[in-house]
């Protein structure tokens, strides 16, 4: 057994989206993606006012990809093309199965709106392999309530959402996600199959891998090996996840990520065309 060495890392980048404080360390300068992890954004943590707008993630489509939605703190209301609806609370994860195409929308619920408050939450893209991009359109809400929390060392627990016998989601691709919590002073060696890529994120305080020391809101690209082993003198919660690399081209065009640029090229017809169906 071997556990991982930190390769490199990727502090988040400052990108606001309107008055939505957001932070993504994926992609970022010197790193395309995490194989299949595509893209991480990380917004809030930040207090809503009363009498907000909420967030600005109106009707906009959806290929060949899966989206993945923490919901840290606030709350989010989603809808799609496919009949998806829900309103998520905090703790919560949404799971999306963009597949062959749809459109959804993840906005604020009337409530949070109109009486504020705080709000944090990480958005994911993993990727599809070809065979599997035209998958039929999916969606999964997944309540706090139902994701399963395990202690997985010395002041550590862990919230698996997929990829573990009892997790509330199944993954097209087996991708295991999870939130790692460390309360101070906490260590674990975290299982990460050999040959799987690893996800790794902190999301709030600094940890230590292998003697590396990683800050706050900071990404970790992590050689091979069988397990994590990680502390934190302060307390942390991490975004934690493996899944097998796809070894595939990516062309990507803003919300639709396939291997061809011909594909892409199809993706844009079919959504111009309504093919995606609407909200």
């Given at each position: 057994m071997s556990g991982r060495a930190v390769l490199s890392l990727h502090r988040a980048v400052r990108d606001d989206i309107e008055d939505l404080v957001t932070r993504r360390p994926l992609p970022?300068?010197?790193?395309?993606?995490?194989?299949?992890?595509?893209?991480?954004?990380h917004h809030g943590p930040q207090t809503y006012p009363s009498g907000n707008r909420g967030l600005p993630f109106g009707p906009h489509p959806h290929r060949g990809f899966e989206t993945v939605t923490f919901i840290l703190?606030?709350?989010?209301?989603?809808?799609?093309?496919?009949?998806?609806?829900?309103?998520?609370?905090?703790g919560g994860v949404q799971w999306m199965t963009a597949g062959s195409g749809l459109v959804h929308a993840?906005?604020?619920?009337?409530?949070?709106?109109?009486?504020?408050?705080?709000?944090?939450?990480?958005?994911?893209?993993?990727?599809?392999?070809?065979?599997?991009?035209m998958?039929?359109?999916?969606?999964?809400?997944?309540?706090?309530?139902?994701?399963?929390?395990?202690?997985?060392?010395?002041?550590?627990?862990?919230?698996?959402?997929?990829?573990?016998?009892?997790?509330?989601?199944?993954?097209?691709?087996?991708?295991?996600?999870?939130?790692?919590s460390i309360?101070?002073?906490?260590?674990?060696a975290l299982p990460a199959p050999r040959g799987r890529s690893v996800l790794f994120y902190t999301i709030e305080g600094g940890v230590e891998i292998a003697g590396a020391s990683l800050p706050e809101q900071t990404l970790a690209v992590l050689g091979d090996g069988d397990r994590v082993e990680v502390a934190s003198e302060g307390?942390?919660?991490?975004?934690?996840?493996?899944?097998?690399p796809i070894g595939e081209p990516v062309a990507a065009r803003g919300p639709f990520v396939m291997n061809t640029d011909a594909e892409i090229a199809e993706a844009i017809r079919d959504y111009q065309a309504g093919r995606f169906g609407g909200l």
């Open positions: 970022g300068p010197g790193l395309a993606q995490v194989d299949p992890f595509l893209f991480l954004n703190s606030g709350s989010l209301a989603h809808h799609d093309s496919g009949s998806g609806a829900s309103v998520v609370e905090a993840e906005l604020s619920p009337e409530a949070f709106r109109r009486s504020g408050g705080p709000l944090e939450i990480l958005q994911l893209w993993v990727n599809l392999p070809a065979r599997l991009k998958s039929d359109p999916a969606y999964v809400p997944v309540p706090a309530s139902d994701i399963p929390t395990a202690n997985v060392g010395d002041g550590v627990s862990m919230e698996t959402v997929s990829g573990t016998e009892g997790a509330p989601v199944r993954s097209l691709t087996d991708v295991m996600l999870a939130i790692v309360e101070p002073g906490g260590h674990a307390g942390a919660r991490i975004l934690f996840g493996h899944a097998d």
